[in-house]
């Protein structure tokens, strides 16, 4: 059972417009949710994160936006660079008394266009 | 700084043997965790250590399986008899306080032949 789910496992974007990366969670004890970024042969790269007291956390190009009712979370990155190209990473944590570690989804691919 | 240190970054072992899998965590940082990131999949969490203490072992297989962060020296995962399926990249991660956003290292890719 997949706790953390991203459903697109790609997406490709013309450099200058908006990138949209979805992830959607199951667990309501999730409390702190995380993007990173992975390029091949490198370890995950922290982005940005959201408490679940929030519904948006902005950082430069990227901002991360949370629905506790729908269990939904995005990154948007605008204007999206060819240097964005790479795996993203939705991650939570939480529940079992705040416990560490992180929930991965499967990835979802960003290519971005020159 | 240096970053979170693991070596080797490539490791290759014949069915049976064991593999040892180093990670020395940025300096100040005692929190430590592993993660195992299979083909086409996310990554897993196996194990969170602090110093000499294994705090939380829920993702570790129960059997072959075996990690350490001692006092001195840096953390081990450990994998008895290796089988195929335990081909994988695993990376560490450390932090300086129990807490989110934690620095991963770059990984150590075990493929089992």
């Known amino acids: 059972d997949q706790q953390v789910k991203q459903n697109s496992p790609s997406l490709s974007v013309q450099e200058g417009r908006i990138s949209i990366l979805n992830c959607d969670y199951t667990?309501?004890?999730?409390?702190?949710f995380l993007w990173y970024k992975k390029y091949p042969a490198e370890g995950p790269t922290f982005l940005i994160s959201i408490s679940s007291i929030k519904d948006k956390n902005e950082d430069g190009r990227f901002t991360v936006f949370l629905n506790k009712s729908a269990k939904h979370l995005s990154l948007h990155i605008v204007p999206s660079q060819p240097g964005d190209s790479a795996v993203y990473f939705c991650?939570?944590?939480?529940?079992?008394?705040?416990?560490?570690?992180?929930?991965f989804g499967k990835g979802t691919k960003l290519t971005v266009n020159p | 700084n240096a970053g979170v240190m693991q070596n080797p970054r490539h490791l290759v072992r014949r069915r049976g043997q064991e593999a040892r899998l180093r990670c020395s965590p940025m300096?100040?940082?005692?929190?430590v965790y592993w993660y195992r990131q299979l083909p086409e999949e996310g990554l897993k969490f196996m194990v969170y250590?602090?110093?000499?203490?294994?705090?939380?072992e829920s993702g570790m297989p129960k059997e072959r399986f075996s990690a350490e962060f001692p006092k001195e020296g840096p953390s081990i995962l450990r994998i008895q008899q290796v089988v195929r399926g335990d081909s994988a990249a695993y990376f560490c991660a450390s932090s300086p306080q129990q807490g989110n956003g934690y620095t991963f290292g770059s990984g150590t890719r075990l493929t089992v032949v």
């Open positions: 667990n309501s004890m999730f409390d702190y």
């Open positions: 250590l602090q110093k000499e203490n294994i705090i939380d």
């Open positions: 991650a939570a944590s939480g529940g079992r008394g705040g416990s560490e570690k992180l929930v």
């Open positions: 300096k100040g940082h005692s929190h």
